[in-house]
């Protein structure tokens, strides 16, 4: 297992365009976790999937952010009509179950700009 | 409204001498508190972390501190190697959360050959 995969590395759009992300987390993990980290800022929590559940979602996730996992293993992230605002790090993790943080694994995250 | 503060945003060491980072917090119901490192181009990764029961905990080269009643927390590193050089976050979690950090602004650590 390679770890925690996210696609793209890099996403450079148009504000007002939809974007959609992928993360592949590593295949035991029935957890997996969207934090999204502005420049200067520490990663902020947008929701959690347990298996195909949607266990809490911040109110950072505007009714422009969606994310889904389907089937249980990989999830999206689609935001809609982004705005410039929207530019930062997304970055995925995932677990096994729940041990207080400390079993996280990141993946190295996307990238967004919007111009 | 900031949570969990990492109120240096870098600091510089000479390689052999100790790291001391700091991290705060403002809320009574965190009891659990971890520290992530994250080098460029890469995810964060789990580093130590401390319950509040204790007040200490030690990992070789890392020892982490809690003050519970000044909500100060510490990450030391002793001795410091150059390959220590990356971002530091501190995050904190509380019982009965079942699935999200709440995560300081990062410290850059640049320690020195």
């Known amino acids: 297992d390679t770890g925690v995969s996210q696609d793209p590395r890099h996403k450079i759009t148009k504000r007002g365009q939809n974007v959609t992300f992928r993360c592949d987390p590593i295949?035991?993990?029935?957890?997996l976790y969207w934090y999204r980290q502005t420049l200067g800022q520490g990663p902020e929590f947008l929701t959690y999937?347990?298996?195909?559940?949607?266990?809490?979602k911040s109110r950072l996730l505007s009714d422009r952010f969606s994310a889904e996992r389907p089937k249980g293993s990989f999830s999206t992230l689609e935001i809609q009509r982004t705005e410039q605002g929207d530019s930062a790090m997304y970055l995925c993790?995932?677990?096994?179950?729940?041990?207080?943080?400390?079993?996280?694994?990141f993946g190295s995250g996307t990238r967004l700009t919007v111009v | 409204d900031q949570q969990v503060k990492q109120n240096s945003p870098s600091l510089s060491v000479q390689e052999g001498r100790i790291s001391i980072l700091n991290c705060d917090y403002t809320n009574s119901m965190f009891d659990y508190f971890l520290w992530y490192k994250k080098y460029p181009a890469e995810g964060p990764t789990f580093l130590i972390s401390?319950?509040?029961?204790?007040d200490k905990n030690e990992d070789g080269r890392f020892t982490v501190f809690l003050n519970k009643s000044a909500k100060h927390l510490s990450l030391h590193i002793v001795p410091s190697q150059p390959g220590d050089s990356a971002v530091y976050f501190c995050a904190a979690n509380w019982s009965g959360n079942t699935g999200k950090l709440i995560f300081g602004q990062g410290t850059t650590l640049q320690v020195k050959p």
């Open positions: 295949s035991e993990h029935n957890r």
């Open positions: 401390i319950s509040s029961i204790k």
């Open positions: 993790a995932s677990s096994l179950g729940w041990q207080g943080g400390s079993d996280y694994t």
């Open positions: 999937f347990q298996n195909e559940a949607q266990l809490e």
